[in-house]
């Protein structure tokens, strides 16, 4: 799923065939960052972009519904494409698992993404590693199912945005380690030196084996306003290792 | 290890065994042993999963599987179709906590069941297969 980020990422940069093809057997992405890093923003214009792109609706799941839009792009003013993002909120893990169980059953046209923002807020129910493990390998399974009713060659997708804590408990990480069995791929958002007047991450995605490793500079303006461009010194030298280290810090 | 996908050298031997099973009907003795060296004693025990016809592959109308192994102790454990996960107990102890299995035997059976064609179908309601899906959530509370 790394490349619909990637298009959100690089706008304008438009998919090769090659990597056309390559986006149907994408892995499920993890959106990692600590508070305030800006993941329901970034999720957003990823539903954006994807509700955009002829296909079907986009299913936005989380906990707790969105108190004005996080971002803003023209996109995001765009009413039709507004109308293609299904917000669902389940309210606790039960509710999600349920939802997720029962996918197969919704009728109407089949979502061309699944997004969950706030994994961590269904974690935090003390849950058990097995059923950690569960909930990451339904999500995979239910957009699995999705994948196959919408048919070959659509590919499809799901992200999962997860909060990092500065000071991780053993618990925090053992949560991590499981999901990143099930979530290969993965893009931090580190908070970065702030420019003036605006706040700074840099987006750093490992797309778990599959295409290079990417780094973006996203800013958020005062007024909300959401820019990202490539992050200056991005260099395809592999062994500039910066983010690859990334996995045992917050 | 992903969840979602076997190391290679595991993709490569099912696939070898399913064109032997293919051609011959049968599994030729040195990908048996091959299948013992990776999984250790979880092979037999799989095997014999196999061999009792322990695994169903339950559908529903909407397309969407799942499987469930029936244990040697008589225990049904739930082993989903897209990605890797069992719910029985060595699952969650050796290949999620301890990373020292790739597979429970359970999972193993299904990949094993896969390749030689000897699986249960099950049909079932799409409620039916929430339930199956749900169920499973119960039995770990």
Redesign the interface.
Known sequence: MAEKLRQVLSPGRAAGPGEKNAAEVE??LLLLGGPGSGKTALLFAVALEAAGDGRGPVLFLTRSPLQSLPCRTPAALDPLRLQKIRFQYPPST?EL??F???A??TPGPVPSLLLLDGLEEYLAEDL????V??L???L??TA??FS??VGPGQGYGLIVALQTQEERDSGDALHLS?LQ??F?AQCWLHFDTPGPGQCCRRACLEP?GQGPRAEWLVAFQPDGEMTITPWPTQADDPSSNKCSSSRGLP | MSAATLPAVVEELLSEMEAAVRESARIPDEHLLSLKFVFGSSAIQALDLVDRQSITLISSPSGRRVYQVLGSSGKTYTCLASCHYCSCPAFAFSVLQKSDSLLCKHLLAVYLSQVMRTCQQLSVSDKQLTDILLMEKKQEA
């Open positions: 892995p499920p039960r698992l349920q997720l169980c029962s197969h059953e058990e590693p097995q059923e493990a569960y990451a390998a339904l995979l399974d699995a199912h196959h009713r499981l069995r099930y290969p778990g």
